[in-house]
């Protein structure tokens, strides 16, 4: 086989992996909808509803906050995740675009938090972060938080808090088969909401 040929062939391997791989194609097993069942019943709210085959809306009991709900999945080999993402939109005072990652510091222990600009202006990323710690019940509610991605953009005079908790997700096995849902503890779930109304709080004033 000429080295033309090679190449073309391990492309060709390369693409059909990737395609059978790709984060767009449902993976086998996967039952849309069902991991977002787990969930409802895991925060025990008085409103949550479906508002599609993978998404919900749900709205703590006070009222004060309302967030999108999205399921999603992650295949690795013979089993995939599914994840769900935690949505929240907030008008902005401000034009331009941005885009944001928070995450723990600390390689052992968790010390503070840390914004990540991966978009914008530097000055923004400098003004969320001293907003975030200089609100005290934001602090603390992000520290004991176990979420996986915390991610927040601005763009169109909208804030649009991403926030994937390593709780309220399930895990599909094919062999051996079983399926486990993660659950969101009481304490857990005290913090997420925490943390959600903090945010909101913090980027209508930014």
């Not at 073309?8 to 790709?22: G, K, M, Y």
């Not at 009222?63 to 008008?91: A, D, K, N, W, Y």
């Not at 649009?160 to 895990?171: A, P």
């Amino acid at each position: 086989m000429s080295q033309g040929n090679l190449s073309a062939s391990l492309t060709n391997v390369l693409r059909r992996l990737s395609e059978l791989f790709s984060a767009h194609r449902a993976p086998v097993g996967y039952r849309p909808g069902v991991t977002l069942e787990h969930l409802r019943r895991n925060l025990g709210l008085a409103r949550f509803e479906m508002s599609g085959p993978v998404m919900a809306m749900a709205v703590t009991d006070d009222g004060c906050l309302q967030v999108e709900i999205v399921e999603g999945t992650e295949s690795q080999l013979l089993m995939h995740l599914v994840m769900t993402e935690f949505v929240l939109r907030v008008p902005a005072s401000r034009e331009g675009t941005a885009r944001v990652e928070l995450h723990h510091g600390g390689a052992v222990r968790r010390q503070g938090i840390r914004c990540r600009l991966k978009e914008g202006d530097n000055q923004l990323s400098a003004r969320l972060k001293t907003a975030i710690e200089g609100d005290p019940a934001l602090y603390q509610a992000l520290m004991p938080l176990d979420f996986k991605r915390l991610r927040i953009d601005l763009q169109d005079h909208q804030w649009c808090v991403r926030l994937e908790h390593m709780g309220g997700s399930e895990v599909v096995n094919r062999m051996p088969a079983f399926r486990r849902y993660i659950a969101l503890s009481r304490e857990q779930r005290i913090a997420l909401w925490a943390v959600l109304s903090g945010l909101q709080r913090v980027l209508g004033t930014l």
